[in-house]
Each structure stands twice: as structure tokens, then as C-alpha cells.
């Protein structure tokens, strides 16, 4: 991973919870592209532009993934359900309880802002 900030946006225990979570890679249909990216980085990524606020197309060339590789990804786990369960998981194991804002609820909860579905990929009812 490059830099500081990457190990910061994106803890150990934090892809440790997450890396399992994530649906397999699967390339596009109409073939082409490169190879596949680093998932962590990809992750990273996404962090980055949810808890910023920057817009994809911004995304800083340190972290190494395309704006259109990033986006893709965050919508492919949107649809995949990947924030509704790393809210889960980090609530059964102590990370982000009711109304606590623990870092893995802060990007679950950014994560249904900028789907722009709401509390609908975002922690489930009563748990915020």
C-alpha cells in the first residue's frame, strides 16, 4: 500500500473484517482493461472518497486505482449488500455499537449516503 494515510484510512483489523466480505473479482464483459487491481487498494479507495467527500473523478493518483475502477467496485458491493454486513460484523464484534460512531459505522453510513439509498444499504433499522 502507499503511505501513512492508506494504513490509517484502512486499518489491519479494518480489512481484516472487510476482505472477506467483498464478492470475488469478476471482469467486465467486454473484456479489455488491465489486470486486476489490489482489492485492499480498491477498498482504500473508496474509503478515501466516501469519508472525504471528494467526487470519483478526484480520486488522488497516490492511491493508485482509476476513478472509474473505484467507482465500479463501491457499486458492485453496494449491490452486494458489503456495507449492511461489515455494519453487522463490526457491531457483533464491538467496533461500532447503537449511536457509537466507530469508523466502520462511519463508512457504512457514508457508503448508503453516496449509493444514495439511505438506511437501505446502510446499518440496519434500529442499530444507529
Known sequence: MTGDLAHRLVTDELWALTEPRLPPFTPRRQGGGTAPVDERMVFTAV???????CPWRMLPPWLEVSPATAHRRFTAWTEAGVWRRLHEVAVRDGLAGPGESGWAAVIVKAAGLRAGKGARHGPPKGTT
Open 47 to 53: 474509503v478515501y472518497v466516501l469519508t472525504s467527500g
